[in-house]
């Protein structure tokens, strides 16, 4: 199994990225049946949820997203992403999806943002 993290990049305050996860090696029905996270790490600091969905669809974000950022899935394409909009210098960090349950635990390699003022 492999997850495939893209759409990072740079961009200033403000701006909006969307971020991107697919998963390979991995049978629709496991991906739909997953939870699946998006997590951040900025330097020097731990990493941390941002948003996640359970199979069931329901959402979770940090309070700091909130309002700012929306994760989605599409399990016929076993596809996750995270859309952040209004991103703020404090967003800059390498971010991580991941995609697990009781069975699997498995994570992306990364994709850093870069968010400038």
């Known amino acids: 199994v492999q997850l495939q993290a893209s759409g990072g990049g740079s961009v200033q305050a403000g701006g909006s990225l969307k971020l991107s996860c697919k998963a390979s090696g991995m049978i629709w029905s496991v991906f739909s049946g997953s939870r699946i996270g998006w997590y951040r790490q900025a330097p020097g600091k731990q990493r941390d949820l941002v948003a996640d969905v359970t199979s069931g669809g329901h959402l979770n974000y940090h309070d700091s997203v909130k309002g700012r950022f929306t994760i989605s899935k599409d399990n016929a394409k076993k596809t996750a992403y995270l859309q952040m909009n209004s991103l703020e210098p404090e967003d800059t960090a390498v971010y991580y999806c991941?995609?697990?349950?009781?069975?699997?635990?498995?994570w992306g390699q990364g994709t850093l943002v870069t968010v400038s003022s």
């Open positions: 991941n995609v697990e349950s009781s069975s699997h635990d498995y």
